[in-house]
Structure formats: C-alpha cells, structure tokens
C-alpha cells in the first residue's frame, strides 16, 4: 500500500489559494507553469538531499551530457535569495584552509596546461572588453603608415600564445610588437623574459618598444625599419 501524502490545510501554494503538502512551496499545476520539471518548488528532506549528493560524487559525465546541462542553464536567472544562499555557501567554503589550499592546487594544476591557460586568458580579456589605450593606438598609427595593414593589433585577446597576449603581430612573417609601459614593467623582469622566451620558442620574433619611445618618431621609426629587414 502507497503511503498516502498528509495535506496541512494551513500551508497553500506561493501562487495560489490551493493546499499543499508538507514537501512543497507550490502545488503541481503553479509548479509546472514556473518550470517545465514537475520536482520545481518541492524540497526535499535533508536524507533525501545527502542521497543524491552521495550518489552524484566522483560521477562521471560525459561530454554531451555536460554540454546538454550548460545549454539548458543558458538565460536562466537565479533569484536573489538563491544567489545569496550560493554566495554565503561559497564564503564558508573558502574559510576552509585545507578547502582552499585544494582548489588553488588545482587551479596551478590547470595552469599547467596550454589549452586551459590560453582559453581563461582568452575569457578574461574579452569580458574585460579590452581595447587599445592611447599609447597603442599611436604605435598602431606608426605601423599603419610604414607597413600598412601589416601588423595586427591581438592585445584584447584575439591570439593567445602559452597563455601571452602580445599587443602587436604579423602573422606571416611570424613578428611580434610589444609596447611596454616603463612604470608597469619596472617589476615584472622575470615574467617579461619568460614572456620573450614563451614567443621565441613558438617560432616569433620579437620587438620591444617603451612606452617612452614614442616621444621619439625618428628614433621610432628607424628601430621599426631595422626590426622589419629581419628574417
């Protein structure tokens, strides 16, 4: 025999007049109308939820699968008490040492590889809409006049090599242009030289100009024209 579902006249749907059981928030017809799965609006017992969490650890899902789950969480909106559930549940984790010590490992772990390190490379200018500051776009007006359209500006993300952005390149010769700024590379010595190495192992060459060097249009010139007769 069905164990038959005890209703609380007390408790109604959020939607509408109509009692529900002790499980819900809505009753199955305002649940429907909300969200196509018939379990939107119902909670579960905390045994039920440790069920499916304990089930779903270390399960492996295959690539179609993952791809159905993000089209299907594209323009869904959370609402504001889910968002701050998630927000409070991610504070709590993080004060957790050996939880945080775990996730940077692995986020180092995943640096490690090219494709990961070039795609969040990627990402990262692109939502920060990056676009040529004044510097870059007199340095560009400086190509554009002695090589034409040559030379391609890549600094918002377009080519991404061993997780480097480089400002300037051609790509048929295999050249790049960097233009760096003397107060925001006073520090980073180490990083430019693994920056210089990353693109002469690719197969590039590379030109630095200082940002101060643009004060120079003679000078300029002539470090681009002996740069260019390189081969």
């Known amino acids: 025999m069905k164990h038959k579902k ?17 499980y819900s928030v809505r009753c199955n017809s305002c649940a429907k109308k909300q969200n196509k799965n018939g379990m ?12 499916i969490s304990k089930g779903n650890r270390n399960k492996i899902v295959s690539k179609e699968t993952r791809k159905k789950i993000r089209a299907g969480l594209i323009g869904v909106k959370k609402n504001s008490i889910h968002r701050k559930n998630l927000s409070l549940a991610n504070i709590k984790k993080w004060k957790d040492i050996k939880y945080r010590t775990k996730m940077i490992e692995a986020h180092r772990r995943k640096w490690k590889r090219q494709k990961y390190r070039n795609k969040q490379t990627y990402l990262i200018r692109k ?17 554009i006049k002695l090589f034409g359209k040559k030379y391609k500006y890549v600094g ?11 400002d300037f390149i051609d790509f048929k010769n295999r050249k790049i242009i960097e233009l760096f700024g003397r107060y925001w590379h006073k520090d980073s010595s180490e990083k430019d030289k693994l920056r210089l190495k990353t693109y002469k192992r690719y197969g590039y060459k590379t030109l630095v100009i200082w940002d101060d060097e643009l004060k120079k249009p003679s000078f300029l010139k002539r470090k681009l024209k002996k740069f260019e007769v390189i081969t």
């Open 156 to 166: 918002d993300g377009y080519t991404i090599i061993n997780g480097f952005c480089p």
């Open 6 to 22: 005890s209703y609380n006249k007390n408790k109604t749907c959020l939607d509408c007049p109509k009692p529900i059981t002790n």
């Open 40 to 51: 939107f609006g119902k909670k579960l017992s905390k045994g039920h939820r440790d069920k």
């Open 127 to 143: 939502g920060s809409q990056t676009k040529p500051n004044k510097a870059e776009l007199l340095l560009e007006t400086v190509l």
